[in-house]
């Protein structure tokens, strides 16, 4: 299996407090990995960092075993998508959707619009491509996001809760994007609570708490025979 990215003693810190403590870790290509545990762990700090959001204090990581700097190239290769759906408000969905291609020179105006429609046709929102973000329900701005991300034609995805913030009824629609979106090949690393989900697409799932991984494994091994008492007690309190 091919390691297409490796994270080598990763340390962050924020000023004095030290929220991330020598992180290892290999995703190969494919993988579906799923980041658990409580509450300030530091899940998100850590996607944060893969794509270089947040700068890593110490550490090294690897794409194709190539060291990653921030830069332009590095946020093509790595798209990411929020809790919050950080869509631009003052533009429309197709606006949305075809800015990054467009402002990197990725594609043409037209090659993005064309583009933008086939996605919008897979998600079945073709009919709301002038419309603009606040006109849309929660789980129709998730998936807009989530297609934003996917026309860049990203190595690797990242998915920070995306469905926490969504009602109920709309959880479904965005996880069944995210399968499709994993059985098209895509490597993809999510933070999520939806344990059933989890353990439905992940191949592997990483559990952290206070900033350190503190076991990984299958979804198997993690969620049906937990070694350590911190993940046992983690599980015990959110099923
Ligand atoms: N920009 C920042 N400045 C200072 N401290 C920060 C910053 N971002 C995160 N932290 C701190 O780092 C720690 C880890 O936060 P992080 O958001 O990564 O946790 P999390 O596991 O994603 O939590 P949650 O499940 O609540 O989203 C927390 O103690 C948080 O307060
Ligand atoms: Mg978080």
Do not use: W
């Not at 579906?32 to 409580?38: E, K």
């Not at 419309?131 to 329900?137: I, Q």
């Not at 989890?198 to 799932?205: G, L, M, Q, R, S």
């Amino acid at each position: 299996m091919q390691t297409l990215l490796k994270v080598e003693n990763l340390y962050k810190s924020f000023g004095d407090i030290e929220v991330l403590h020598n992180i290892n870790f290999e995703i190969n290509k494919g993988d579906i990995v799923v980041i658990i545990g409580p509450s300030g762990s530091g899940k998100s700090t850590f996607l944060r960092c893969l794509n270089f959001l947040e700068k890593p204090t110490n550490g090294k990581i690897l794409l194709n075993e190539k060291e990653m700097k921030d830069n332009l190239e590095l946020h093509k290769k790595i798209g990411m998508v929020f809790q919050s759906f950080n869509l631009f408000s003052n533009l429309t969905v197709l606006e949305n959707i075809t800015l990054a291609p467009i402002k990197t020179k990725q594609l043409s105006e037209k090659e993005a619009q064309n583009e933008a429609m086939k996605l919008l046709r897979m998600i079945g929102l073709e009919d709301k491509k002038d419309v603009y973000p606040d006109n849309l329900s929660g789980g129709q701005k998730q998936r807009v996001a989530i297609i934003r991300s996917l026309i860049m034609n990203p190595e690797i995805m990242l998915f920070d809760e995306p469905t926490s913030a969504l009602d109920p009824e709309m959880i479904e629609e965005v996880l069944t994007l995210m399968k499709e979106v994993a059985q098209k090949g895509m490597t993809m690393v999510i933070v999520t609570h939806e344990l059933d989900f989890a353990n439905d697409i992940a191949n592997k799932v990483v559990f952290m708490d206070e900033g350190k991984i503190v076991e990984t494994g299958t979804p198997t091994e993690i969620f049906k025979n937990p070694k350590t008492e911190r993940l046992k007690e983690f599980l015990s309190k959110i099923k």
